[in-house]
């Protein structure tokens, strides 16, 4: 097959799809049109925003479809008439058969995780939730489970004890638009590996799974050691961002997301949950094994703002307790 002949039908939403998307194009793969998902209304003014992907595509007057159900006959006839040879899928919606297996070499997927680990729709967040020390990126061909097709490429990254949803999620977008090009371009070859998932799955080893996130799923238990805790937070920074409670002494509770925190492994005898703080500088929770020192907090129905700017506007913090989970 001659460089470059395949025709790519690229189907994505997020930023994350983003960078894949230029990747291909950048390197002069043939991309004949983009699927993404319908405008919508979005934020306090609920006005209508375009995807990520599509604002790119239509930067590079690449044909746009934009279905409300990938059954729509009609929807279904305009993507045959692309013609692809391949389709790309990142960070979008599970496609019925009908539509992934409609091109010859089927549908190429990138997956921000090593998989079979952290299979589902959150695979960055509970990563570093559950104290990994590295992650990757994989492509693999879609079958009809999800995230179980043969895997085509991987590469791997560190996770540092510090990084967090944000710096990890832009690293795997960077490489995973390389391995995107890589594994094309091996496709256009005929030189690309298929090993079936369970062939990476070494004896009585453990899955790791990836469910969607859910608000339940945000909350701090300051119960739990302070490296688990450190964790939670750093895998939901920026979003959705872990939270927890704060109760005055009316008993009225305030809700307080957690976008940055570190932590201090330290002897104390402070129970756990007990706010410390100098009204100035820094507010510090106690917990098992030392301090979790929140740095950057968002109070319910305030902006988010470093420790410092919060107790200056907030002298009333000794009037309040952690609800502890």
Known sequence: MDQNSLRIVYMGTPEFAVAPLNALIESGCNVVGVVTNPDKPAGRGQKIQESAVKKYALEKGLPILQPDKFRNETF?????????????????????????????????NLHASL??????AAPINWAIMNGDKETGVSTFLLQHKIDTGNILF??????????????????LMEIG????????????????????????????????????????????????????IHNHIRGLSPYPAAWTELIDSNDKKVMVKVYAANKEIESHSHPVGTLLSDKKTYLK?????????????????????????????????????????
């Open 76 to 108: 279904l006839s305009e993507l045959k008439a692309l013609n692809a040879d391949l389709q790309v899928v990142v960070a979008f919606k599970m496609l019925p058969e009908m539509v992934w297996d409609m091109p010859k070499f089927g549908t190429l």
């Open 115 to 120: 998989l079979p680990h952290y299979r589902g």
């Open 154 to 171: 991987q590469e791997k990254i560190s996770i540092a004890e510090n990084d967090n949803l944000e710096t990890v999620h832009d690293s």
């Open 177 to 228: 638009s390389n391995l995107v090009v890589k594994t094309v371009r091996a496709i256009e070859a005929n030189d690309y590996p298929q090993i079936p998932q369970n062939e990476l799955v070494a004896d009585g080893e453990e899955l790791k799974n990836a469910p969607k996130i859910f608000k339940n799923d945000c909350k701090i238990n300051w119960a739990s050691p302070i490296n688990n």
């Open 285 to 325: 929770v106690a917990v098992e094994g030392g301090f979790i020192n929140l740095t950057t907090i968002q109070m319910a129905g305030k902006k988010r703002m470093q420790i410092a700017d919060f107790l200056r506007g907030f002298q009333q913090i000794d009037n309040y307790k952690l609800i502890i989970d």
